[in-house]
């Protein structure tokens, strides 16, 4: 988040209320969950959120057997 986010949002833009960066934060969340591929080796370009909720189900099984 450091190098991704705040370094770039505070090059870019002065923000006067906490609000407008916590905004900004939430929006960047969002895409970097649900619009950019995730970078692991066997997500096989899916979404972080696409792969958690594949990935839910065998979880929860597991969680149960356990």
């Not at 960047?28 to 950019?36: M, P």
Request: hydrophobic share 40%; proline share 5%.
């Amino acid at each position: 988040m450091l190098d991704e986010f705040y370094r770039v949002a505070f090059r870019k833009k002065i923000y006067g209320l906490i609000e407008g960066l916590q905004a900004d934060l939430d929006e960047w969340v969002r895409s970097y969950n649900e619009e950019r591929p995730h970078q692991g080796r066997w997500c096989f370009g899916k979404t972080p959120m696409q792969t958690f909720l594949d990935t839910a189900p065998l979880a929860k099984e597991k969680m149960i057997a356990a």
